[in-house]
């Protein structure tokens, strides 16, 4: 995808004073922090970039991702000067959006099961955690299942099994989630959107 | 929102009430500002002097839960004064419409009400309608029952003395909002309101925006460029969420949920599908089959067929008149009958009201499934504060996804953008996107259905499932196309107006829900999203133009905006009967050499004035116009104010009826409530801050937020906090009659004590943002541990923004 770069140009024009300012003062210090600032930028001019958009509110403000052509790691997010709502800016945490990557340490990385009555998390694999869920639904939908209800109505339902999320998450997760609940008969669907 | 983010620019007058725009949508506030650097006037109404009543022309102080009074009280003065946009209101509102004689409003109660059940008969809350069956109309609007006179008395109860005084807003001040928001009910002004859940957390919340549209109806403001009425929203997708409805009540789509009591498919379409015997009324809902057995055929496929009613047996069915909300699923929980529970995205344990009964209700659980990008308190309830892991029995599983811009998707903005993402980078470890691991899910389950079968197994068994990719991951963009929807066998449109014949093939996607099919020729996951691919494969969301051909701000070919790529809904609204712009500076569609010319029109029809094909402009409604008797609601076709669940009064000054007569009271041990209680004299509400998101569940774990705002606090006027001897900076207790919140003091000119009924009443707040998990060295905890069990009449959202606490030195 082809973007403008403006943004890049006039981010460059500000770094480029700071550098002459600073190179007159005796603290090496901001120097050295512009000069790393350039090295970005550099970085962010030779980066494939790839337009995201933010997940907090819901105003929609278009994000940039540098991703290093190397490594495929993401090292700068900023605002989408093109984009016609945030005209590349954005607020507090949407600034903040590079925290959310993989740089930040609390991400969680590994699939986490705390069995009954335990006291800690244990680490487990993917098939692990399918199969033993999908085993708990199957067997939770059977055993609680009401095809008729109390007038004797055809009602194909499961009220022991509730679901809730997400309004963040993209349309299509959002589609699947939706489906995949009324295929299992459940009713206790809601999330984000009702508080 | 019924208008979008830049269209915010257009408007003369911005009235933003039940929202702290600066500061938790400082982007959309950034198009409020433009549109003062035009010379609008920006009004400011809410509880606290927050930083947008700082941008604004004025803030004026209301307490917490008042909103309908206030606003009741410009209706009055709207009429009364004859401000009201005589065309509009005469020609695109149901003012003229007579109601059955039978109806009444006596002391805060309709007819039909039912103490009882807490519910009302709506049998009277209809129209009289002549011998076609089309409503009758008074076009002097002079009649004793006709819409506008029932509205001109209703709202003549509210007067300045009256509503001064519930809601503790000087007279002045008043006055000075009703007469600057009224100027703009003349056809070359642009009035609109920002809200968010400033007005949707409370009892009435439903009824709060529904007195604005009365208002927005009155002034000519709704279907105009800065107009409208429009909700600033509070999650990146919770406009999709809402429209894929993964939400009790409706599919995606806003089709109705099932009811038991409608057996057959028939029988459900009948119901559904209004019927207008008025023939200037496009009212669109007649297609109501096409849509819904599209989705159904987009579940199941070549299964769902003439002969099985399109799996129609197959759906769940919810009991008539019961809820399944939030509160409604913790409820059942909390009593043992839920005993599974995925929470996907979401931090409950902090979100939902009454947190204790929250968490206590999760203990119950057999199993319960997270999916997030972080841990929080929902996840780790088993080791919350004062719960011993020893005892609890539930299986926890917690899987790791993807953040945002680690996969790729699309994700709908307030203004009803369908914006495309791409995925930026891979996600950490073994973290996969979360609709990645529903489908898994799903396919192990299908997997135990095909073996073992099980009560109702073809839901499961015939469901088309095959949304993973050759190397097993999401297929987003065939997720996409099954959204959007395809034909499922070779079909011919032919467009009579037109008088042309287009020929699909079978697997063509559907270019516009126009062409959907209620004989299963058609599979649409949801038909408002039809349209959002070309019939060819283009992806319409992915589309980054910047033309601007009105000068409005519409942006037309950047991104998707639903319905049919429509900016602003009711456009035909901003045009005259003959199809001319109301006000020719603000051009959003004009009727021109026999074509609407400009935003995509609210259908093809041309203007009202031609009484053989026109129509009117407001083609979701039955009867084709706005509704300013609107009979749908719980609690009223005209809203009224009634206090909050908890208030400081004991009576309401308007009526006999304290609250509102149509909420679900809740009755568990757990849902206690202290009304007008000395032990919890002050109004609390509650909010966010910039610097975190909901329940913080995202920005607590990021260092260079929680810096900016590290724990809990709430916010006490000077004055309250003289009385308490509570110093700035001070950790004190919140207290309700649910529960406790440590936090610090931050006293404050922001708050100022209302008077209200002749005493003085003093308003706190506090932010939702904090739990327990982290940071780890914090003190505080949700402060929805102090807030009530209880929600509006008609959607179920909690009354976060109006409670009785106290506050507490420790």
Not at chain 1, 22 to 41: C, F, H, Q, V, W
Not at chain 2, 553 to 565: C, H
Not at chain 2, 589 to 598: C, P, Q, S
């Given at each position: 995808m082809e973007l403008t770069r403006r943004g890049f140009l006039n981010l460059s024009g500000a770094v480029g004073s700071g550098v002459a300012l600073?190179?007159?003062?005796?603290?090496?210090?901001?120097?050295?922090?512009?000069?790393?600032?350039?090295?970005?930028?550099n970085r962010i001019k030779a980066a494939k970039q790839v337009t995201t958009i933010c997940c907090y509110c819901s105003v929609g403000c278009g994000l940039v991702c540098s991703v290093d052509k190397l490594t495929g790691k993401i090292f700068n997010i900023e605002g989408d000067a093109d984009h016609p709502i945030n005209e590349g800016s954005l607020c507090a945490k949407g600034a903040g959006f590079f925290d959310l990557t993989e740089a930040n340490k609390h991400r969680l990385r590994k699939v986490l099961y705390r069995k009954p009555y335990g006291t800690e998390w244990e680490e487990k694999d993917w098939d692990f955690a399918l199969s033993r869920i999908a085993r708990l639904v199957k067997d939770t939908r059977d055993k609680n299942f009401t095809v008729r209800n109390a007038k004797g109505e055809l009602v194909n339902r499961c009220e022991a099994i509730g679901h809730y999320g997400s309004s963040n998450v993209d349309n299509e997760e959002c589609w699947i989630m939706s489906v995949k609940s009324r295929a299992l008969g459940l009713v206790y669907i809601d999330h984000q959107a009702r508080v | 929102m019924t208008n979008h983010y830049c269209d915010l620019k257009n408007a003369d007058v911005i009235l933003i009430m039940g929202s702290n725009a600066a500061e938790h949508h400082p982007i959309a506030f950034k198009w409020i500002l433009r549109a003062k650097e035009h010379g609008a006037t920006i009004i400011h109404v809410d509880p606290r002097y927050t930083r947008t009543s700082a941008r604004c022309d004025f803030h004026v102080p209301l307490r917490s839960g008042t909103d309908i009074a206030f606003l009741g009280g410009m209706i009055a003065y709207i009429i009364e004064n004859d401000k009201y946009f005589k065309d509009y209101v005469l020609n695109y509102t149901n003012a003229s419409f007579i109601v059955n004689s039978g109806f009444r409003f006596e002391d805060g109660l309709f007819s039909g009400y039912d103490a009882k059940k807490r519910k009302y008969d709506k049998s009277t809350w209809v129209f009289d309608q002549d011998g076609r069956g089309v409503p009758q109309r008074d076009r002097t609007l002079s009649h004793p029952r006709s819409v506008f006179q029932l509205l001109k008395r209703h709202y003549s109860r509210y007067t300045l003395d009256k509503v001064s005084s519930i809601t503790g807003v000087s007279k002045e001040n008043l006055l000075k909002v009703y007469e600057i928001y009224a100027s703009t009910g003349v056809a070359d002004k642009a009035g609109t309101e920002c809200y968010a859940l400033g007005w949707t957390h409370h009892t009435v919340g439903s009824q709060n925006i529904r007195t604005m549209a009365i208002i927005q109806l009155l002034l000519g403001n709704m279907g105009i460029a800065g107009g409208g009425i429009n909700a600033l929203r509070g999650e990146p997708n919770v406009q999709g969420s809402t429209d894929h409805c993964i939400l009790y009540g409706n599919l995606p789509g806003y089709l109705k949920m099932l009811p038991a009591s409608l057996g057959t498919l028939e029988q459900y379409l009948k119901k559904y599908t209004p019927v207008s015997k008025d023939p200037q009324s496009a009212n669109y809902y007649s297609n109501y089959p096409k849509f819904f057995v599209s989705f159904l055929k987009s579940l199941w496929d070549d299964k769902a067929t003439r002969n099985n009613d399109f799996g129609y047996d197959w759906m769940p069915k919810i009991d008539d008149g019961k809820a399944y909300s939030t509160m409604h699923l913790f409820d059942a929980m909390y009593e043992g009958k839920v005993k599974g529970f995925f929470a996907i995205g979401a931090d409950p344990a902090v979100s939902t009201p009454n947190s204790h009964k929250v968490r206590k209700a999760m203990g119950k659980l057999d199993w319960l499934v997270g999916e997030n990008i972080f841990n929080n308190e929902t996840y780790e309830f088993w080791r919350g504060p004062g719960v011993d892991p020893a005892k609890i029995k539930t299986e926890c599983f917690l899987l790791p996804a993807s953040a945002s811009m680690e996969k790729e998707g699309s994700q709908s903005n307030s203004g009803r953008w369908v914006q495309w993402k791409y995925k930026a980078a891979e996600a950490p470890g073994d973290a996969i996107p979360v609709g990645e691991i529903e489908i898994k899910i799903l396919s192990e389950i299908k997997k135990l259905y095909e073996k073992e079968g099980g009560p109702n197994a073809e839901a499961i068994v015939n469901l088309k499932w095959d949304y993973l990719d050759g190397k097993g991951h999401m297929n987003v963009v065939k997720v996409a196309q099954q959204i959007n929807g395809r034909f499922t066998k070779d079909t011919v449109i032919e467009d009579t107006a037109k008088k042309t014949k287009t020929v699909f093939k079978k697997g063509q996607l559907v270019p516009t829900f126009g062409m959907l099919k209620d004989d299963g020729a058609t599979a649409c996951g949801n038909w408002i999203m039809s349209g959002s691919y070309t019939a060819d494969g283009v992806n319409k969301m992915q589309s980054r133009g910047k033309e601007d051909?009105?000068?409005?701000?519409?942006?037309?070919?950047?991104?998707?905006?639903?319905?049919?790529?429509?900016?602003?809904?009711?456009?035909?609204?901003?045009?005259?009967?003959?199809?001319?712009?109301?006000?020719?500076?603000?051009?959003?569609?004009?009727?021109?050499?026999?074509?609407?010319?400009?935003?995509?029109?609210?259908?093809?029809?041309?203007?009202?004035?031609?009484?053989?094909?026109?129509?009117?402009?407001?083609?979701?409604?039955?009867?084709?116009?706005?509704?300013?008797?609107?009979?749908?609601?719980?609690?009223?076709?005209?809203?009224?104010?009634?206090?909050?669940?908890?208030?400081?009064?004991?009576?309401?000054?308007?009526?006999?009826?304290?609250?509102n007569p149509a909420i679900e009271i809740f009755k568990g041990e757990m849902d206690k409530v202290a009304s007008a209680s000395e032990k919890f004299p002050y109004v609390c509400t509650t909010y966010s801050c910039t610097e975190h998101w909901c329940s913080g569940a995202l920005t607590r774990w990021q260092a260079w937020l929680l810096e900016m705002q590290p724990e809990l606090y709430v916010e006490i006027g000077e004055k309250l906090a003289k009385e308490k001897g509570i110093k700035n900076g001070q950790r004190i207790k919140v207290t309700s009659i649910r529960g406790e919140a440590p936090c610090v003091a931050m006293v404050t000119k922001r708050f100022k004590p209302f008077r209200v009924e002749g005493k003085e009443v003093h308003q706190v707040g506090m932010p939702f943002n904090y739990g327990w998990l982290f940071p780890k060295d914090s003190t505080s905890d949700s402060t929805n541990i102090l807030t009530p069990t209880v929600g509006d009449a008609n959607t179920f959202c909690p009354e976060y923004k109006a409670f009785m606490v106290n506050v507490e030195k420790l």
């Open positions: 600073s190179s007159l003062g005796i603290n090496l210090r901001p120097t050295r922090a512009y000069a790393d600032e350039l090295n970005k930028m | 051909p009105t000068g409005l701000g519409l942006f037309p070919n950047w991104s998707f905006a639903w319905p049919v790529n429509r900016r602003i809904l009711y456009n035909r609204a901003s045009c005259d009967l003959n199809g001319k712009p109301y006000n020719p500076k603000r051009r959003l569609l004009e009727w021109t050499d026999g074509k609407w010319v400009g935003d995509v029109p609210d259908g093809p029809w041309p203007p009202q004035a031609d009484r053989a094909k026109g129509k009117y402009p407001f083609i979701m409604q039955k009867d084709g116009l706005g509704a300013l008797f609107g009979p749908g609601m719980a609690e009223g076709p005209f809203p009224e104010h009634y206090e909050p669940l908890e208030s400081p009064l004991t009576k309401n000054p308007l009526s006999g009826q304290l609250i």
